[in-house]
């Protein structure tokens, strides 16, 4: 059986790495693995036994710093961001990151350069229990182009669950799913219905979902750490 794989670009991998590290716990070995890679060993990072944190000597500066919780979380997530990537490095981190293959690739479509990744897809299977929509992952993740499509297509009952807001720097960020009458933000998503099959829930825009679940899950291991079943084998 083919294996397959899923091509990003240079600015969809490293989005995709930023949301890895943004959603879970902070992942301090992997990022002390890879940060010797991103900056070929000018920032240094030292884990302390007994402790959910690291101490990181950040660029230009001599001391080191303790950094934890959210602030390290938001330090790991710029350290990324400001990385001078290339196609190779790219794809040694996304393999680290997924744990799975990855390869330096062009699009033939568009040129665009990226990378592919092996997603092991060919051995999941879904099992609609709807776990990933009944407690969604994703609050500020879906795109212009998502909107850009439920615009185009007239989807209001879409847009009026979702937020727009202008940032600092004049780019639009979506906030999703916010009650449009309550103004907060839903734990689970609204077009999640329960199918005629006990335990089994659909989703009522299947057709029109946003990137983010389309992809959803980009590996194997972010099934197995957002509590995905679908790659384990059926009982
Ligand atoms: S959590 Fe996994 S198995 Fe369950 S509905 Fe979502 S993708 Fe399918
Ligand atoms: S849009 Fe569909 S796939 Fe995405 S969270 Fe909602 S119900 Fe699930």
């Known amino acids: 059986m083919e294996t397959a794989s899923i091509f990003l670009t240079t600015h969809e991998a490293i989005q995709a790495i930023v949301a890895d590290f943004r959603q879970y716990d902070p992942q301090i070995i992997l990022f002390s693995n890879i940060l010797p890679l991103m900056t070929d060993g000018r920032i240094h990072l030292k ?33 990324i961001t400001q990385t001078r990537w290339h196609p190779q490095l790219l794809a040694t981190v996304c393999a680290r990151v997924f744990q799975t293959r990855a390869s330096p690739e ?25 776990s990933c929509c009944r407690f969604l992952e994703y609050r500020n993740e879906v795109t212009p182009d998502d909107v850009a499509q439920w615009r185009a297509a007239g ?33 689970g998503c609204p077009f999640l219905r329960e199918g005629s099959q006990s335990g089994r829930w659909i989703c009522r825009i299947h057709d029109v979902k946003p990137a983010i679940c389309r992809q959803f899950p980009l590996s194997r291991k972010h099934a197995v750490m957002s509590g995905c079943r679908g790659f384990k084998k059926e009982a």
């Not at 934890?68 to 997530?77: K, S, T």
């Not at 999941?124 to 709807?130: A, E, K, P």
């Not at 202008?166 to 009458?181: D, G």
Request: hydrophobic content about 30%; charged content about 25%; proline content about 3%.
């Open 47 to 79: 884990r302390e036994s007994g402790r959910n944190g690291a101490w990181i000597n950040r660029q230009g500066k001599p001391a080191m710093k303790w950094l934890n919780g959210p602030e390290l979380v938001a330090y790991m997530c710029d350290a």
């Open 106 to 130: 062009t699009d033939t479509e568009t040129e665009n350069l990226g990378v592919c990744l092996e997603t092991n897809m060919e051995n999941f299977n879904c099992r609609q229990c709807g």
């Open 155 to 187: 989807r209001k009952d879409i847009l009026k669950w979702v937020d727009e807001i202008r940032l600092k720097n004049h780019t639009l960020s979506f906030r999703t799913w916010v009650n449009p009458i309550t103004g907060e933000q839903t734990q």
